[in-house]
């Protein structure tokens, strides 16, 4: 079963599931799931428990991707309840399921920021802590998650494994980084940079992420004593500035780079004062905290463990992703 299927990568996952001749429940509350003879829809909300155990029923595997990713830092009531609802009680919903439909694997999609605190983190690793202080909602329920993930694994039962992915990416429908970028070209807001532009930063291709999943779903099934109950961190292993990282799209789809620049400390406080106002009705913030420190703060992982437990390996990388991103959204007149 793969939930939140209809999603950016739940797509890419079932696609890739059904390819290599697996059978697969696809699970979310939204439709657009992939098609294929191999691929059954369930439309359904994790939140809902019937509805995660009805798709969970005859399943071997289950791709736990169903997310909302907020990343404001303060929100109203109703905005955190959507976000803890379904990234905690639907992880919740999801463990209680899979022991009750006799499910023996879990792989959950978790993210780098669960490690993240403000501050320049070059290279970090999976013997980092939990982050003390996060800079969002969508953090700091990653974290009460993936806890609940890994302390569900059982030798016995349930195996579970977290996989912490950077900056999703790649050329299909939903894909929030690229997405977001190709509108605010096309709107002709991307007037300005914020910082110096000597930040490091990682990302992670969609494909790379979809083999790291299936790779660990594999080696609980061959060597769960190495890899049943850990986190992996995992990335295109390209560490480099954002914005430059995004130059041949930008410059692909036929605009400039800006030469101006905004200081880092006036666009935290602009983007602090946004959040707040949104928190009390106003407009939803063109960009957050979080944001501005992605942008602004060095913040890589190593890959080294998944390289040595899963076998893990990048097959795409910046320049031939980003020829498919100007091919899609060039030939689509998105901007």
């Not at 579970?160 to 997405?179: E, Q």
């Not at 109950?229 to 789809?253: C, H, S, V």
Request: a positive charge; one cysteine or more.
């Amino acid at each position: 079963m793969v939930t939140g299927a209809a999603g950016f990568l739940g797509r890419a996952l079932t696609r890739a599931l059904a390819g290599r001749g697996h059978n697969v429940h696809a699970l979310d509350r939204r439709t657009g799931f992939e098609r294929s003879s191999r691929i059954k829809p369930f439309i359904g909300d994790i939140r809902d428990y019937d509805a995660v155990l009805g798709a969970a029923r005859g399943c071997g595997t289950v791709f736990h991707t169903a997310a909302v990713m907020n990343f404001l830092g303060v929100s109203d009531r109703k905005t955190w309840r959507e976000s803890y609802g379904i990234n905690v009680e639907g992880t919740l919903n999801v463990i209680r399921a899979c022991r009750e439909a006799g499910v023996q694997r879990l792989v959950y999609t978790s993210t780098n920021t669960v490690c993240y605190s403000p501050g320049h983190l070059i290279n970090g690793d999976e013997s980092m802590p939990y982050a003390g202080k996060t800079l969002d909602i969508y953090a700091k329920t990653k974290i009460e998650a993936e806890k609940a993930v890994l302390a569900a694994n059982d030798q016995k039962g349930l195996l579970s494994v977290a996989i912490r992915p950077a900056g999703l990416w790649g050329h299909g429908d939903g894909c929030y980084m690229v997405t977001k970028l190709v509108e605010e070209l096309k709107k002709g807001s991307f007037v300005a940079t914020i910082g110096d532009g000597t930040s490091l930063a990682d990302n992670t291709h969609v494909d790379n992420l979809v083999q790291a999943e299936l790779l660990a779903a594999e080696k609980l099934i061959e060597t769960p004593e190495v890899v049943a109950g850990k986190a992996y961190f995992i990335t295109d292993e390209e560490q480099m500035n954002l914005i430059e990282w995004f130059r041949p799209l930008i410059e692909g789809l036929g605009y400039k780079i800006p030469s101006r620049s905004i200081p880092v400390r006036l666009m935290y406080i602009i983007a602090f004062l946004m959040e707040w106002l949104h928190r009390f009705g106003g407009p939803k913030p063109f960009m957050t905290r979080l944001e501005v420190h992605n942008l602004t703060t060095s913040f890589t992982f190593r890959c080294s463990k998944a390289r040595r437990e899963l076998g893990y390996r990048p097959t795409i990388g910046r320049d031939e992703g980003m020829k498919l991103c100007v091919m899609r959204y060039g030939k689509s007149r998105a901007v």
